[in-house]
Nanobody, 124 residues
Framework: QVQLVESGGGLVQAAESLRLSCAAS????????MGWFRQAPGKEREFVAA????????YYADSVKGRFTISRDNAKNTVYLQMNSLKPEDTAVYYC?????????????????WGQGTQVTVSS
């Protein structure tokens, strides 16, 4: 059974940084586009960032562009989300997801597997 396990969440103050990690197992990691999504209380889950199989293409939501960076290490079956200049509105549960398809990879329905999420809380 495919597993995606997120880590690195926590409580930080505004303008600080966090790096999230997502370790994948039981899938051929290099064949999947990997994405990060987030869900704040009372809101729908939304796209944050995605990175293509080889790591040579990345996509970001406008709200995080210039502050967040997605990267991957195919040798370690791990995808990362470096989050800088965090804002209180970044507070959410962050989810890692894997997409085997060839779509845009910015929509929830594109993704085949999901992690359990990690909480990020940014205080003002």
């Amino acid at each position: 059974q495919v597993q995606l396990v997120e880590s690195g969440g926590g409580l930080v103050q505004a303008a600080e940084s966090l790096r999230l990690s997502c370790a994948a197992s039981r899938l051929t990691f290099s064949l999947y586009t990997m994405g990060w999504f987030r869900q704040a209380p009372g809101k729908e889950r939304e796209f944050v960032a995605a990175i293509r199989r080889s790591g040579n293409g990345a996509y970001y939501a406008d709200s995080v562009k210039g502050r967040f960076t997605i990267s991957r290490d195919n040798a370690k079956n791990t995808v990362y989300l470096q989050m800088n200049s965090l804002k209180p509105e970044d507070t959410a549960v962050y989810y890692c997801a894997a997409d085997y398809g060839l779509g845009s990879s910015t929509h929830l329905d594109d993704y085949d597997y999901w992690g359990q999420g990690t909480q990020v809380t940014v205080s003002s």
